[in-house]
């Protein structure tokens, strides 16, 4: 036996018998702080859960990676029955967590009890639809804020609309846009993966982007102006955020093509909608 085994060895007895050398009867241990349950609530009286947006970032990759991460916690997967799609929490509150999505994510939406959120980190919790806008393809599901514990609450995020950022965006050409993509799960409720810091669970795990080819232009299959990008979406998005590089929310993605190309409702358009809801 080496001398460094020895040494361990001891130092374990000395701790193993130390309450009787030294007579010490009783450890008392007390820990300091807020409980996780205040601090979610001072998060929501400060609401600090928004995505924090950057000013004027560079067009580059590892500040594409850095806003994505930032989104991520602001990501859900809404699973309606057998069909699914994405959604980005924009406030929470005392009594509900609200979700902005695209209409036709919800369009088979019953109240049978198989409509349910998964949050970035796999957490699964029951929603009820809040609001459809009937000209534009966007809606607002709920979920209880009292249905997530306080260490699950306090690790979400939301993203709130910046409308003034529009005008300005809409006057840009060629401006990197990202959105992102999550793995479904089917019977998620049996089988869904969850991580309290989201490793591994498949939502918002990673993402798809490219130039806008027109922030303002008419598409026919939907009959108003829409965000058009040059972008490969995948079946599921339907409903999920679409950011620019500094992180603020400019658009709904709603629709894809083959020669990958994506469409999304822009912010704009739906800003009656979310405002109606909060």
Known sequence: MGLR????????????????????????????GPRPEEVAKDMIECEAFAVPVAKDNEETEDNLIRTALNVRPSTVQIQVGSEYGTGNIISVDEEKILILTARHVVKTWSDAGSNYVIFYNGYIADATLEAVDNYY?????????????????????????????ISDFDKKKNEVVFSLDSEHVVNAKEVQTYDYFGKDTGIGYKYVYGPVINPDIMVRDYGYNMLYVKCDAHSGMSGGGVFD??????????????????????????????????
């Open 245 to 278: 590089i500094n992180g603020n929310y400019v658009g709904m993605l709603v629709g894809g093509s083959d020669k990958k190309e994506m469409v999304a409702v822009r912010l704009a358009d739906i800003r009656k909608l979310v405002e109606g809801t909060e």
């Open 137 to 165: 393809d966007a809606a607002v599901v709920s979920v209880k804020t009292s249905d997530i514990d306080a260490f699950n609450l306090m690790r979400l995020r939301s993203v709130k609309p910046h409308y003034e950022v």
């Open 5 to 32: 085994n020895f040494s361990v060895i001891l130092l374990t007895i000395g701790i193993v018998f130390g309450a009787n050398v030294f007579g010490v009867t009783e450890l008392e241990v007390k820990a300091q």
